[in-house]
C-alpha cells in the first residue's frame, strides 16, 4: 500500500500566506505534521508521498523524509488532477490517501486497517454531521452510491480520508482521467462506481474527532478539540 497526501492547493478560504498543511495549530503542530505523525504510527514514513504544488518547498524543507509529487498546474486544477497525478506512479497498488487539511485523532486508523488488510475500498465518513457545504453520501445494496457536495439527502459526510484497493485502482485511475480540471476526486469515484460497478464501502468514524479545515471557523473549532 502507498499512502498519498493532497497538499497541492492554495487554500484561499483559510487566507494564509503558506500551503494550507503548515496551518499551525494550537498543541504547537501544523496539520501536516499531527497528519504524518498520526500515519506513521501505524504505517511507514517511506510509502508516504505528497502532492504539492503552491509554494511547495515550504512543505518540503518542513519534511524533508517524505517523498513529494508536484502539480505544476495547481493553480487551475483541483484534487482530482493532484491525485491522478499521485496514482500513476501507483498502478499496481493500494492507495490510502487524505487531504492535506483534516485533523484527525489517530485511533481512528484503527477501524480503518481491516478494511485495509482486507483490501477492500472504502470512504471514512461521519454520520453524526451532514453540512451543507460538506462532500455527503448515498448508498445503494450497502455500498457508496452518490458522492458529492449536491447530493440531497445524504447520510453523512465524507471526512476526506479514503482507500482505493489494488483490484480497483486501474479503474479510477481511467475515471479520474475524464474527470474535469475542476473536479473533485470524489467525481472520479462516482464515475467508477457507475460505469465499472466497484463496490466502495462508508466506514463510520463518528466516534472519533476529524475536521476539514477550510475556514477560520473551523480552525478555531479544531482547536477547542485540541
Known sequence: MKIIILAAGIGSRLGNPFPKPLTPLKNGKSIMRMQTDNITSMYNVDDINVVVGFKKDLIMERFPELTYIYNPFFDRTNTSKSLLQALKKQRDKAVLWFNGDVVFDGNLLKILD?????????????????????????????YIDKLSKTVKNGLGEAVGINFISSNDILKFINRLEECDDNDYFERGLELAIEKDNIKIKAVDISEYNCMEIDFIEDLESVNNLL
Open 114 to 142: 481491516p478494511y485495509i488488510e482486507a483490501n477492500e475500498s472504502f470512504v471514512a465518513v461521519n454520520t453524526s454531521k451532514v453540512a451543507e457545504e460538506e462532500v455527503k453520501y448515498t448508498l445503494k445494496d450497502g
